[in-house]
């Protein structure tokens, strides 16, 4: 059984566009579509969805208005909130919201969004099931098979520092060498999320262990410093930072 959706958002491009982005993915089971806040709540009181996609701005009822509703009424929905804007992020999460996105929206996005649902509700997702069957089986002495001009090379994940993908070819970063591999960044991403690595980049995967500083960068993004012998600096999307601070703090 997969997610049951609604959207809520008065601007048809942004609307059409999420729900192809929603709608390409197979964990979702259904998207329904409200063209304003108050269609929005008549929508939550008829569907009961497990998550509800807010426009922050629209002209009958704003997104934090339609969000203390929706809380009250079904405080089981997931509030995951869009906007061009990121200055409402503050009072977004004062309504518990699950997760904030900035327009435009791409596919990691959506990705990050569904990632953190799996975590809280892995039953709604057959896809999260399977996940979880393989994280049981995981031994410590598995390795990441690097298939090199002159054979293979089995790498730890803990000797890892951060995986980023350039033009043409992702790169396996270690301490101090880095490796072409042939895995798409999406399929490191799914090997080594349980040994501790995380997306924080459309372009990067990194190994929390190997984080030694975050330091503020521009609008309201940040930068990693790595522990790896260059001490590379690697960039933190502004969607991604709550969900950093949350797995890398205690």
């Known amino acids: 059984m997969g997610w049951n959706i609604v959207i809520a958002d008065d601007e048809e491009p942004a609307r059409e566009e999420l729900i192809y982005l929603l709608e390409s993915s197979e964990e979702v089971d259904k998207v329904t579509a409200a063209t304003g806040g108050m269609?929005?709540?008549?929508?939550?009181?008829?569907?009961?969805p497990d998550v509800l996609f807010l426009d922050m701005d629209m002209p009958d009822l704003s997104g934090l208005q339609v969000a203390e509703i929706v809380g009250e009424m079904n405080p089981q929905v997931k509030i995951v909130f869009s906007t061009a804007y990121d200055q409402y992020a503050i009072h977004a999460f004062k309504l518990r919201a699950f997760h904030y996105m900035l327009k435009p929206y791409d596919e990691e996005d959506i990705a990050m969004v569904f990632r953190e649902l799996r975590k809280i509700q892995p039953q709604n997702s057959a896809a999260a099931a399977t996940a979880l069957g393989q994280s049981a089986s995981i031994k410590t002495s598995?390795?990441?098979?690097?298939?090199?001009?002159?054979?293979?090379?089995?790498?730890?994940?803990?000797?890892?520092?951060?995986i980023s993908k350039e033009v043409?070819?992702?790169?396996?970063?270690?301490?101090?060498?880095?490796?072409?591999?042939?895995?798409t960044l999406s399929e490191l991403e799914q090997k080594l999320e349980p040994y501790g690595f995380f997306r924080c980049h459309k372009s990067y995967l990194v190994n929390l262990a190997a984080i030694s500083e975050m330091k503020t960068w521009v609008n309201g993004a940040y930068n990693l410093l790595m522990e790896d012998a260059g001490r590379s600096t690697i960039p933190v999307s502004r969607n991604y930072v709550k969900q950093l601070r949350l797995k890398l703090e205690i």
């Open 168 to 183: 043409k070819h992702v790169e396996v970063h270690l301490h101090d060498k880095a490796y072409i591999v042939s895995y």
């Open 142 to 162: 598995v390795k990441l098979a690097l298939e090199l001009e002159e054979g293979i090379r089995y790498v730890s994940p803990k000797d890892i520092m951060y």
């Open 39 to 48: 269609d929005a709540i008549k929508k939550v009181k008829e569907l009961a």
